[in-house]
């Protein structure tokens, strides 16, 4: 019988005795202690490798190209946050200086068909930096690759990736996994949506591919453990847990862990990769610029020929995480509302990056602005709980139907559509996505500032504020409960050239139903909150975030 004790989050580093230096009296890394540079933080990978290396006692310097989006994470003021295009020589170089160990975790995965270009160009450039910057080595997690078949696109480029490190005269780690199961992960994302969703199902053949899952917990181990090779060692490993399976497996294996009938999988011939993907697609979050490079490795059979890595990095005392404790372990961070990154926390290709511009008399352009004030009577505490946990599950508070057509033609344009959702049901953080959107501002129970990544002709953001009643003094802590409060919405839309303007033209006449509606909605929901809720003061509007491994 499985436990919460059993459940429970411990770091990595645990299991790695004598391979990592360890943290002072204080728990954090000692002032001389190695420094580890970590790209890709706001990925799903990095962005739980930089906890792990903090608790093993490394130093981290984490690189983003906007350190904004890493504000709400809780290890941010832990660590050496450095502004950096990991493509830009002149900006990595500098970065990379007095590094004991460099992580590569950059890929360009659903950006387009070029996306095997610009990595080839990025790692490239990282190699040639970390040889100048005399870094002491580079761990890269790339892909599983089987041996003399023609590769899909996506392991072609990952494997490529990996030999350009390797050639870089830096020593370098090159981990190669297969399919990663932890909570928010995009297979496991994938693998649980179509599990949970279809009954019964016809796959394409390759469900009955080999594969060798690994969970995300001993993806973190190998990496964290990497960091301690010796120098002679410069090479690729493959890393897998200790099920090798067919997908048609993992998804019965899933069924039975998640308490549901065993499904019904006929295997045919004529669903292509495409055409798996756009399937993919239309069932689960995962768009289908993300899906279909997925889809194609699945063609592969991915088993690892090796387990050398175990000479470096023993296997923990307990062993390597299997299969149905991998999807246990996420479904309970599901759950219990503890998923800390998702696949969806990398911006979406193409997705507007620029910050909404603080003056209202923007000189970048026309500056289109829907706004709309109503009293509400409720507590500022009340009318943000209902702001924070807008979209996913709960829905927009208006036009259902306009939002779910709205979703669905973004996803047939290339977009990321609604069905992303959210990685927390009540609570937010920067750079989280809600839908469409992303989480750009966010001040607790003040503010949420969202910024649109759906496909559209120009840049649009959404601003919900709590404000003061008019009269009323600024709110302060002791204020949290009084009634009662102004709801502000803003949407704001800076159009690209004409099909901008005629996009702004068309959707205004609708602006009164939908956005008018969902104010009304929200200030109704928030005052039968309000009603319902016990009158107390909290400590805090976010509770810390908790950590987790699944």
């Known amino acids: 019988m499985t436990t919460d004790e059993d459940l429970a989050p411990q770091p990595v580093a645990t299991t790695l005795p004598g391979l990592v230096p360890g943290t002072g009296d204080d728990g954090l890394p000692r002032p001389d202690a190695p420094l580890a540079v970590v790209t890709g933080v706001t990925g799903y990978v990095g962005g739980r490798l930089v906890p792990e290396l903090l608790a093993a006692g490394y130093r981290v310097r984490a690189l983003a190209r906007n350190p904004d989006r890493l504000r709400s994470r809780p290890w941010f003021d832990q660590v050496d946050v450095v502004r950096v295009d990991a493509s830009d020589p002149e900006q990595i170089e500098p970065a990379l200086r ?5 992580y590569y975790l950059i890929h360009a995965l659903g950006t387009g068909s070029s996306f095997a270009d610009r990595d080839r160009r990025t790692a490239t450039t990282f190699a040639r930096a970390a040889r100048a910057a005399d870094v002491g080595r580079i761990v890269y997690l790339g892909g599983l690759t089987p041996e003399g078949e023609e590769l899909s696109p996506h392991l072609a480029s990952r494997a490529e990736v990996g030999q350009i490190l390797l050639d870089s005269g830096v020593p370098t780690t090159v981990l190669r996994a297969a399919v990663i199961l932890g909570s928010g992960s995009a ?19 390759w469900v009955d591919n080999r594969i060798q899952p690994i969970a995300v917990r001993d993806v973190l181990r190998y990496l964290v ?9 410069n090479r690729a490993f493959d890393i897998g847990g200790p099920d090798v399976l067919t997908y048609r497996d993992m998804m019965q294996r899933y069924a039975r862990v998640a308490g549901l009938p065993r499904r019904v999988i006929v295997g045919v011939g004529v669903l292509t990769p495409r055409l798996s993907s756009l399937w993919v697609s239309l069932v689960t979050p995962v768009p289908g610029g993300l899906a279909r490079p997925l889809v194609e490795s699945l063609v592969h059979e991915v088993v690892c020929t090796e387990h050398d890595i175990a000479a470096h990095v023993p296997d923990p005392p307990g062993g390597l995480v299997g299969f149905e404790r991998a999807v246990l372990l996420a479904l309970h961070r599901v759950q219990e509302a503890a998923v800390t990154t998702r696949w969806s926390s990398a911006s979406v290709a193409g997705a507007p990056s620029d910050p909404l511009p603080s003056d209202p008399d923007w000189a970048g352009g026309s500056l289109y602005v829907d706004e709309r004030q ?36 973004d996803r047939v344009v290339g977009g990321p559509g609604l069905r992303r959702g959210r990685r927390d ?6 750079d989280d996505t809600v839908d469409f959107w992303r989480v750009e501002a966010l001040e607790p129970g003040r503010l949420l500032r969202l910024r649109a990544e759906m496909r559209l002709p120009g840049l649009a953001w959404l601003e919900l504020r709590v404000e ?4 009323a003094a600024p709110f302060t802590d002791a204020d949290w409960t009084r009634a009662p409060v102004v709801f502000s919405q803003r949407a704001l839309f800076h159009p690209r050239g004409l099909a901008g303007q005629v996009y702004w033209w068309a959707v205004a006449p609708f602006h009164g139903v939908v956005f008018g509606g969902m104010q009304r909605n929200i200030a109704r929901a928030a005052e039968r909150a309000d009603r319902a809720m016990i009158r107390r003061t909290p400590t805090s509007p976010v509770p810390p975030q908790p950590q987790a491994d699944g």
């Open 425 to 430: 049901p009540g609570r937010l953080l920067v």
């Open 187 to 205: 297979s496991f994302e994938m693998m649980r949506y179509l599990t949970e969703r279809l009954p019964a199902m016809t796959v394409p053949r």
């Open 468 to 471: 003061p009643a008019e009269g």
């Open 98 to 102: 007095d590094a004991h160990v460099a």
């Open 374 to 409: 109503v009293q509400v009577d409720a507590s500022p505490a009340a009318l943000w709980r209902v702001i924070e946990a807008v979209g996913g599950e709960r829905g927009w508070y208006s036009w259902a139907l306009a939002w779910r057509v709205r979703g669905l033609v």
């Open 225 to 233: 453990g990497a960091a301690a090779m010796p120098p002679e060692v």
